[in-house]
């Protein structure tokens, strides 16, 4: 397999700004506290998804991690709680932070804040990443409709553990088992977040190309499904499809069009403006750089 998570690649590459909305949205700020709390933190949420300023929430992330940590140390067996230490952690190391060694720090406590949700919402599902990949698929089966949240949550921590270690090979070999589990996400409910787990199958399907084991064409139809789900209100899913895809096959005419097409869209819609609004730069990157690409 060829090594496409380089350290230089980390920030924004391997499922982009998807996990902020993953991170701060679908429900999990809501479920962040007691009900006497619970308003602040889902009017916490809105703003966050709701903002225009990337910047602000980058600045303003490193308190709510805090937070979070705080409210799992109250309550470590609230699975809900895990699940949105998950999110944030993974979502802020992944978007925000550029030096390698805090983006380890960050992804570890991520992945371990996901298997922990996941193994209080099934003790069946307790160190379920650790043995043979047949093993895995063999307890992946166990996985109910009522597991979803937790699965992909955990299964996206996992994802941003191996991309903050792109240059260990033992993690990379992890990649198979997190395909896996958003396949099984899909199984149980397709149109789970919106359908934010074609995005991250989309990109495993791209990672690398035909001759060495990709499967771009089967990506294809993960990003257009992403799509179709959400709407088209979910910018990043055509962001990730011209990045991963098209660029992948040189298709240039459908890397522009798609990334023409983010650019034209309203950024600003309830619970995405700011994914919205971090597709939108990123769009005008990839186009700003496209001549020299292709």
Known sequence: MTHSLSPADRPRRLLGATLVAIALGLGGCASLVASTTAPLAVNLSRAILDQTD??????????????????????PKDADLLIAGARLYGAY?????TDPARARRLTERARDY??????RQRRALCGVGEGSHDDYLQRLAEVRPADVAALYAQAGAWAGWIEARGDDWNAIADLPKVEAAMRR????????????????LGVLMTLRPPALGGRPEEGRRYFERAIALSQGRDLMAKV?????????????ELHDRLLHEV???????P???????????????????ADAYF
Request: some cysteine; glycine content about 6%; overall charge negative.
């Open 93 to 97: 190391a992944s978007v925000f932070v």
């Open 263 to 269: 650019l034209a869209a309203d950024a600003r819609a």
């Open 271 to 289: 619970g995405l403006t700011l994914i919205n609004t971090l597709a939108q730069r990123q769009a005008r990157e990839l186009l700003a750089g």
């Open 240 to 252: 990730q499809f011209a990045r991963r895809y098209a660029r992948l096959t040189f298709d240039r």
């Open 54 to 75: 990337p910047e602000t929430v980058q600045d303003g992330a490193p308190a709510y991690l805090l937070l979070i940590d705080s409210l799992i140390a109250q309550n």
């Open 185 to 200: 996400v899909v199984e149980l409910d397709e149109a789970h977040a919106d359908g934010a787990p074609y995005i991250y």
């Open 114 to 119: 996901g298997d922990r949700a996941l193994c």
